[in-house]
């Protein structure tokens, strides 16, 4: 775990928690952690899910694909109403990735999160994280960018 520069060491131990129950697959956990009316974005994947419903369908997905999924923080910082970290995820793939079958890839990538606070729980989270580091490791180009420029 990282070193934290934190202005406010509750929410530092929220983001902390939330670390916690993603690596411990607790997902009754990671949605307490957030407000009922949250939401949670992945730009890379272009998701955005709302409420703590929300935030468990993704949370589902993310374990499904990759069953021994975890995140090391390497920095966390946190004020009364934003917070930040950037982070590594770790896993094994399972299943397929543009329609073919990776199962067993390890992967590796980066990211760094921000969050809003409300009321001692995460409000928004946005994951912005380094999709090429995923092409390159699955070594299967995404479809979307097979059309990227359009018809020739």
């Known amino acids: 775990m990282a070193p934290d520069n934190t202005a406010d060491p509750d929410n530092a131990a929220v983001l902390k928690d939330v670390a916690r129950a993603w690596n411990s697959q607790d997902i009754d956990l990671l949605t307490s952690l957030f407000t009922k009316d949250c939401r949670y974005q992945d730009l890379a994947l272009g998701e955005t899910h709302r409420g703590r419903s929300g935030v468990r369908t993704f949370a ?3 374990y499904e694909t990759m069953p021994d999924f975890s995140l090391d923080f390497s920095e966390i910082d946190a004020s009364e109403h934003f917070g930040a970290t950037a982070w590594t995820i770790t896993a094994t793939w399972l299943g397929d990735y543009e329609g073919v079958d990776r199962t067993g890839t390890v992967v590796k990538f980066a990211g760094i999160s921000r969050y809003r606070f409300a009321d001692g729980l995460v409000s ?7 999709s090429v580091q995923m092409i390159r490791q699955m070594r299967v180009l995404p479809s979307a960018l097979t059309t ?3 018809d020739r």
């Open 60 to 62: 589902e997905g993310v």
């Open 124 to 130: 928004l989270n946005v994951d912005c994280w380094d």
């Open 148 to 150: 990227i420029g359009g």
